[in-house]
């Protein structure tokens, strides 16, 4: 489903009816166990758990609804046999139900359609139905309503896909095989992988061997969750379930992978069909705001990185900022949500610099390289012409914000590719866009903001093309803040860099001394703004004519005002550049 239509919520009345977790026991989204999870209110990893209903055994596995979370979607899709798909009465169809069915149709699933949240009074029921049935081709009468919250509906919803999604098939004859759909670490026992048996069993003790990965590993456990861990002595063809494998270093298990037994032979073990690598689309350079705290904050990302395969990191270093990393993720909530725990969970705090695109240059000499952040970004002399990256962005919007939506499309480089009715009041537009446009200014939280909620989008990225970048330098008190450098589009480059300066004057505490702000491209300065000195009152502490008293205070001030001055460096509190970040 899209993001926040019930998934988790749907997910803990399945617990429920089934008995898996007795009502008194019950928080709400019990799946989502992450404490940002919890906040948030969204899914960022999803979790098997293991249900037994009517003499049934079911896998359910919870999926995070947000695009920047895609790749674990297509994982669990293809660990499956059926899916639900779930819209919220309330919002109806949007960009994520669309690219969600496309993803669950590719792997031939059975898919159960249905409607949530139909208590609430605001919600369309027929109208929702009607688009649905009409997106998936069937009779309006197949679509279930539920409401997940108060538990309308659920158990025939249950009913329905213990009657419509087939067992798994069963292999049990063959050699071992299991597909690797996500892992976590354990300091004792190694990666933990969950698995998706398709043929054969395994057995605790055994010998395992990764076939992409060229790795062995020992079964330390294998069992599933319910949600706790239960381990077993074997696990067999169709189930769902975690294998400890000992292997101490986790780039070894690589989700997609295929798992299976040591002891056959390698032309017995055909690798299973993979998953899509997910590939980071934003970079940016995390620093520790204290430099002595760069050890932590790599064994933070170390940490991170167990379970989120999609995340990089590389180490680098800056003037006036030390030693940090520069990160890749899906997405800027990917990107928030790495940050936060970095915080949280490590008690970091941290220096972040603008989101950027991944750009490709082509050298004089024909040679290619990419570049993950300005600081990267070369010479003009070294560029015969330089790259982005394009995708095809889809929003979906009511008829009410079409204006709005379109002006924002409008307001940002892009071409439109088409335009579709869905259902009665629903519109899809189609556009061309960089990612860049995409991601640097934060075009998801103005789509959701001018309509409510109610618009959602979605992009696949395509191909790589041509476009005329500069790097835009920004200077403090004249010293080039390297942390705030961005790649723009040559076209852009005053307007962003006017912007910036402005953004900067507002949102940096004034200082004793004024405070020159320089937007520079090349050493060319395209925009200046000044932050006006605070001028503190230092004598209005004395009343009455102590004049001389005053004199000297004063003189102190002055003094002051230069002795930090000269020191060249003013500190940029990390608020800054969060605000600089959010773009
Ligand atoms: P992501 O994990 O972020 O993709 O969200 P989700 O699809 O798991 O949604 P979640 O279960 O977290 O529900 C989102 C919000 O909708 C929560 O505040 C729920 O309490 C609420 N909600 C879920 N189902 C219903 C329902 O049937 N009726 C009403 N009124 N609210 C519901």
């Given at each position: 489903s899209h993001i926040d239509h019930g998934k988790s919520t749907l997910a803990d009345r399945f617990l429920e009816v089934t008995g898996t977790i007795p009502k008194e026991k019950m928080r709400e989204q019990f799946l989502d166990a992450m404490d940002l999870e919890r906040e948030k209110g969204i899914t960022i990893k999803m979790k098997p758990v293991r249900m037994q209903?009517?003499?049934?055994?079911?896998?359910?596995?919870?999926?995070?609804?947000?695009?920047?979370?895609?790749?674990?979607?297509?994982?669990?899709?293809?660990?499956v046999e059926g899916a639900i798909l779930l819209v919220d009465a309330s919002k109806g169809i949007q960009a994520q139900t669309i690219s969600n069915l496309d993803l669950a149709r590719k792997q031939n699933l059975v898919i159960i359609p249905a409607i949530n949240k139909i208590d609430l009074p605001q919600s369309k029921v027929e109208e929702t139905k009607l688009d649905l049935a009409n997106l998936l081709g069937i009779n309006p009468d197949e679509v279930f309503l539920i409401s997940a919250k108060i538990g309308t509906g659920v158990s025939n919803l249950l009913e329905a896909a213990i009657k419509k999604i087939p067992p798994p098939k069963d292999n049990s004859d063959k050699p071992f095989r299991a597909l690797i759909f996500d892992s976590e670490y354990d300091t004792y026992k190694g990666v933990?992988?969950?698995?998706?048996?398709?043929?054969?069993?395994?057995?605790?003790?055994e010998k395992v061997y990764l076939v992409q990965a060229k790795a062995e590993g020992d079964?330390?456990?294998?069992?599933?969750?319910?949600?706790?861990?239960s381990p077993v002595s074997e696990l067999k063809t169709g189930e769902i379930g975690y294998l400890a494998t000992g292997i101490k270093e986790p780039g070894k298990v690589r989700v997609g992978d295929t798992i299976t037994l040591k002891s056959l032979s390698q032309a017995e073990t055909m690798s299973l069909a993979g998953y899509k690598e997910p590939k980071p689309m934003v970079f940016l350079s995390i620093y520790p705001e204290d430099s002595d705290e760069f050890d932590l904050l790599k064994d933070g990302l170390e940490k991170l990185k167990l379970n989120d395969a999609a995340l990089t990191f590389n180490p680098e270093s800056k003037e006036g900022l030390g030693r940090g990393f520069q990160c890749g993720f899906l997405g800027l909530l990917h990107a928030e949500i790495i940050s936060e725990r970095l915080k949280r969970e490590f008690g970091l705090d941290l220096i972040l610099s603008i989101p950027s695109v991944v750009y490709k240059i082509i050298a004089p000499d024909n040679k290619e390289f990419f570049v993950y952040s300005p600081s990267e970004w070369p010479d003009n002399t070294r560029i015969k012409e330089s790259q982005e990256l394009w995708a095809n962005l889809q929003v979906l919007t009511p008829v009410a914000y079409l204006g709005q939506a379109l002006e924002l499309l409008e307001s940002i480089e892009s071409r439109q590719l088409k335009t579709n009715y869905l259902g009665i009041e629903k519109i899809e537009l189609v556009y061309e866009v960089p990612l860049r446009e995409i991601i640097s200014k934060n075009f998801y939280d103005k789509l959701k903001s001018l309509s409510k909620g109610f618009a959602s989008m979605n992009y696949d990225v395509t191909d790589w093309r041509k476009g005329n970048?500069?790097?835009?330098?920004?200077?403090?008190?004249?010293?080039?803040?390297?942390?705030?450098?961005?790649?723009?589009?040559?076209?852009?480059?005053?307007?962003?860099?006017?912007?910036?300066?402005?953004?900067?004057?507002?949102?940096?505490?004034?200082?004793?001394f004024s405070v020159p702000l320089q937007a520079a491209i090349g050493g060319k300065i395209v925009a200046r703004e000044t932050l006006k000195a605070l001028r503190r009152d230092v004598i209005a502490p004395l009343y009455g004519g102590d004049y001389s008293r005053?004199?000297?205070?004063?003189?102190?001030?002055?003094?002051?005002?230069?002795?930090?001055?000269?020191?060249?460096?003013?500190?940029?509190?990390?608020?800054?550049?969060?605000?600089?970040?959010?773009?």
């Amino acid at each position: 489903s899209h993001i926040d239509h019930g998934k988790s919520t749907l997910a803990d009345r399945f617990l429920e009816v089934t008995g898996t977790i007795p009502k008194e026991k019950m928080r709400e989204q019990f799946l989502d166990a992450m404490d940002l999870e919890r906040e948030k209110g969204i899914t960022i990893k999803m979790k098997p758990v293991r249900m037994q209903y009517r003499g049934c055994i079911l896998n359910l596995i919870d999926t995070p609804g947000h695009v920047d979370f895609n790749y674990e979607v297509s994982r669990s899709l293809a660990a499956v046999e059926g899916a639900i798909l779930l819209v919220d009465a309330s919002k109806g169809i949007q960009a994520q139900t669309i690219s969600n069915l496309d993803l669950a149709r590719k792997q031939n699933l059975v898919i159960i359609p249905a409607i949530n949240k139909i208590d609430l009074p605001q919600s369309k029921v027929e109208e929702t139905k009607l688009d649905l049935a009409n997106l998936l081709g069937i009779n309006p009468d197949e679509v279930f309503l539920i409401s997940a919250k108060i538990g309308t509906g659920v158990s025939n919803l249950l009913e329905a896909a213990i009657k419509k999604i087939p067992p798994p098939k069963d292999n049990s004859d063959k050699p071992f095989r299991a597909l690797i759909f996500d892992s976590e670490y354990d300091t004792y026992k190694g990666v933990v992988a969950f698995i998706r048996v398709i043929d054969g069993m395994i057995k605790l003790n055994e010998k395992v061997y990764l076939v992409q990965a060229k790795a062995e590993g020992d079964v330390k456990e294998i069992g599933y969750r319910n949600p706790k861990s239960s381990p077993v002595s074997e696990l067999k063809t169709g189930e769902i379930g975690y294998l400890a494998t000992g292997i101490k270093e986790p780039g070894k298990v690589r989700v997609g992978d295929t798992i299976t037994l040591k002891s056959l032979s390698q032309a017995e073990t055909m690798s299973l069909a993979g998953y899509k690598e997910p590939k980071p689309m934003v970079f940016l350079s995390i620093y520790p705001e204290d430099s002595d705290e760069f050890d932590l904050l790599k064994d933070g990302l170390e940490k991170l990185k167990l379970n989120d395969a999609a995340l990089t990191f590389n180490p680098e270093s800056k003037e006036g900022l030390g030693r940090g990393f520069q990160c890749g993720f899906l997405g800027l909530l990917h990107a928030e949500i790495i940050s936060e725990r970095l915080k949280r969970e490590f008690g970091l705090d941290l220096i972040l610099s603008i989101p950027s695109v991944v750009y490709k240059i082509i050298a004089p000499d024909n040679k290619e390289f990419f570049v993950y952040s300005p600081s990267e970004w070369p010479d003009n002399t070294r560029i015969k012409e330089s790259q982005e990256l394009w995708a095809n962005l889809q929003v979906l919007t009511p008829v009410a914000y079409l204006g709005q939506a379109l002006e924002l499309l409008e307001s940002i480089e892009s071409r439109q590719l088409k335009t579709n009715y869905l259902g009665i009041e629903k519109i899809e537009l189609v556009y061309e866009v960089p990612l860049r446009e995409i991601i640097s200014k934060n075009f998801y939280d103005k789509l959701k903001s001018l309509s409510k909620g109610f618009a959602s989008m979605n992009y696949d990225v395509t191909d790589w093309r041509k476009g005329n970048f500069v790097k835009l330098d920004i200077l403090i008190l004249g010293r080039k803040e390297e942390a705030l450098s961005k790649i723009v589009s040559e076209n852009d480059a005053l307007k962003e860099g006017k912007k910036i300066v402005e953004k900067l004057r507002d949102s940096l505490p004034s200082q004793l001394f004024s405070v020159p702000l320089q937007a520079a491209i090349g050493g060319k300065i395209v925009a200046r703004e000044t932050l006006k000195a605070l001028r503190r009152d230092v004598i209005a502490p004395l009343y009455g004519g102590d004049y001389s008293r005053k004199r000297k205070l004063l003189e102190k001030q002055k003094k002051g005002k230069k002795k930090l001055k000269d020191r060249g460096k003013m500190h940029i509190p990390p608020q800054v550049f969060l605000e600089m970040f959010k773009g």
